[in-house]
């Protein structure tokens, strides 16, 4: 552990569970506080994202933030509103002016320059990311007083604002904004302020670059005042699921705020809900008393259906599918405790309440031992071979690109292939494989990376890309199937796209995850850490992927007695089309 998460989890545990007052005391907010803070949210987007400054590009945006929250939340008009939002960011903006609504605002008066200029966020570069990255730009000006573009917006709590988009520079050029370092100090969130900050910061992060919100018809607005409202009173654990419960609104399946000192493991237990119940596939060796096909009854105390519940609370996604298996614990591509049922402390066995397959309607008692193990959802062949005579199967998730090329031979002989990409692929694989498959060049789903000049999710331009994909020949021209579910995601959906743009095979089980584009990844003050979809991804028509997903084209599922019996029934669907 670093010196600094045991100092931060030492003041933790020194300020809650020995209940001595910690900085800035949990209290709940007034209604005049909540709308001082809505005000500040708005205003500092405005200022930190497109306001463009030497000053602005340079600060500390974490210490403005956490400083200048006691100061707004004691303003008790407008006019003290206007005063407080003033001084708060004085020290960096030109030209800006706040003052109370119906109060004329003063004339701009700006030093004249030969350039202007303004901020071009990809994305945003908020850490050293590609292909996200954050500039002011510059232009020659053309003497216009027009060409100083504002943003003028009604703030909550009686405020008006302005807001200088473009400024006039002597200096031409383009600067890159440089991310401040990651081992910045961590403020503590036993703070009040540090939390509230925290929920300022993150939600302006989405509200003016998440490109998903024409998809997902969100009331954004509102999650940022829920969000307030339950800082204002939580504790840093409870405040971890205020951050989750605001993420849940974007629908965003890349969506998830951990906590690096939070020690929680996943569920020792293997499971997966099938035919409406949870049912075991899998158990550690240690454990007695409990086996494949049992279905799940309670969870620590709780019943299944209440803790599926409480956790797909917390989780952010785009579509059931993928909430699901978030709530699950089965994405085993994410290593990290992310609020999956079965979740605990590492001493803390796993209680579960269960009716054995073989003994219908009678429930027993188990305990389970929590232990590094990661069990598994569905039992599989091995990675790469021969299944049947002349059927050749693939796990994408384990199968290696040197395995690949040495079964090539046999692959251009069979009479059916079968690729698994139940999950999460293997990167280190590549993609070749769908080049073996078409006759003619293809290319992957189309991926747009946001241009953002303006505030409020005014998204204008795009940077395209797409994977080019030229045939390799000599083609595999077996008949071919793509096993696929709920648990692929983001790059898997890429290549489950390309599968069905270009009908390459039967898509055999269930729906994708529906949720691509390359991550970006923050932290806030606190210590907590966000990760979403930074970029837009369509399926290769151009059509919507997001919320949408890949839909099977021989839908199969997979049943209790199958489970218990070991079997494989997607697999065993997919084997039944060469038949």
């Known amino acids: 552990m670093s010196l600094v998460r045991s100092v931060l989890v030492g ?23 909540l709308q001082n803070l809505e005000a500040f949210a708005r205003l500092f987007g405005y200022i930190r994202y497109f306001h463009p400054t030497g000053a602005v590009a340079t600060a500390n945006w974490e210490e403005i933030a956490i400083h200048s929250v006691p100061g707004v939340l004691s303003a008790g008009n407008s006019r003290e509103l206007a005063a407080a939002l003033t001084a708060a960011f004085a020290p960096v903006t030109e030209g800006v002016s706040v003052v109370p609504t119906g109060t004329t605002v003063p004339p701009l008066a700006l030093k004249p320059g030969p350039y202007l200029i303004e901020w071009r966020h990809h994305g945003i570069g908020l850490t050293d990311a590609p292909p996200y990255y954050s500039e002011r730009v510059t232009r020659r000006t053309t003497g216009d007083p027009g060409e100083i573009d504002t943003i003028t917006a009604e703030l909550p709590g ?58 997902v018809h969100t009331d954004w607005p509102q999650a940022l005042t829920a969000a307030l409202k339950s800082a204002a009173t939580d504790t840093p654990v409870q405040f971890l699921s205020t ?9 965003d399946g890349h969506g998830r705020v951990t906590l690096p000192w939070l020690d929680t493991v996943s569920s020792p237990v293997g499971w997966d809900w099938v035919e409406g119940r949870l049912i075991v596939t899998d158990v550690p060796a240690w454990s007695s008393g409990i086996t494949r096909g049992d279905a799940v009854l309670s969870i620590n105390g709780r019943k299944t259906a209440d803790a599926l519940a409480a956790a797909e609370a917390e989780i952010p996604s785009a579509t059931p599918q993928w909430l699901l298996a978030r709530a699950l614990g089965t994405a085993l591509h994410y290593n990290e405790p992310l609020g999956a049922i079965g979740e605990g402390p590492p001493s803390e066995p796993l209680a579960l309440e269960i009716e054995p397959f073989d003994s219908p309607g009678v429930t027993r008692k188990v305990s389970v031992e929590r232990k590094p193990w990661r069990p598994v959802v569905e039992v599989r062949p091995q990675p790469i071979g021969e299944i049947e005579p002349g059927i050749i199967y693939m796990d994408l998730s384990r199968a290696s690109s040197a395995a690949f090329k040495a079964e090539l031979p046999r692959m251009r002989q069979a009479r059916g292939l079968i690729f698994d990409l139940r999950g999460y692929p293997n990167s280190e694989l590549g993609i070749d494989y769908l080049q073996y498959l078409s006759p003619g060049p293809m290319s992957g789903s189309p991926m747009r990376v946001p241009i953002v000049s303006h505030p409020d999710h005014r998204i204008t331009q795009w940077v395209p890309s797409a994977w080019p994909l030229p045939p390799i020949a000599p083609r595999l021209t077996a008949r071919t199937a793509f096993l696929t579910n709920g648990r692929a995601i983001s790059f898997s959906e890429s290549i489950m796209a390309v599968v069905e743009g270009y009908r390459l095979g039967d898509i055999v089980g269930g729906p994708t995850a529906g949720t691509n584009g390359n991550t970006n990844t923050f932290s806030v003050p606190g210590g907590y850490k966000i990760t979403w979809s930074g970029m837009k991804v369509l399926k290769t028509d151009g059509s919507q992927l997001h919320g949408v997903g890949i839909a099977p084209t021989v839908p199969a599922a997979r049943t209790r007695a199958g489970v218990a019996a070991g079997r494989d029934e997607i697999l065993e669907r997919a084997l039944s089309l060469f038949k």
């Open 11 to 33: 003041a933790i545990l020194t300020t809650i569970g020995m209940g001595q007052s910690a900085p800035g005391q949990p209290r709940s907010l007034s209604d005049r506080e």
């Open 158 to 215: 009686g405020a008006l604002c302005r807001v200088p988009r473009v400024l006039y520079t002597e200096t031409p050029g383009v600067f890159r904004l440089k991310p401040l370092p990651s081992a910045q100090p961590v403020a503590s969130p036993a703070d009040r302020s540090v939390r509230l900050a925290a929920v300022i910061i993150a939600w302006n992060v989405m509200q003016h670059f998440y490109p998903y919100f024409p998809a």
């Open 243 to 251: 951050l989750r419960r605001m993420m849940v609104a974007l629908h």
